[in-house]
């Protein structure tokens, strides 16, 4: 796993956790930025993936 992945991950366990304690506190703002960071956290992971297969099919030719 490398660092964009684990940020990544981070990242989205953060919007969770942001949405959730907005929904508790009926903040709509609150649910808006943690939908903002899951998703940001999805595309950095996306993007780290990305790396990993290129740097595996580097290893592989």
Same mark, same amino acid.
């Given at each position: 796993m490398n660092k964009d992945q684990v940020k990544g991950v981070a990242k989205e366990i953060a919007g969770?956790?942001?949405e959730a304690s907005g929904k508790l506190v009926g903040s709509k703002e609150q649910q808006v930025k943690g939908l903002g960071k899951q998703i940001s956290g999805k595309a950095e992971k996306?993007?780290?993936d $990305?790396?990993?297969v290129v740097k595996? $099919?580097?290893k592989h030719s």
């Open positions: 969770k956790v942001q996306t993007y780290g $990305a790396k990993e595996n $099919a580097n």
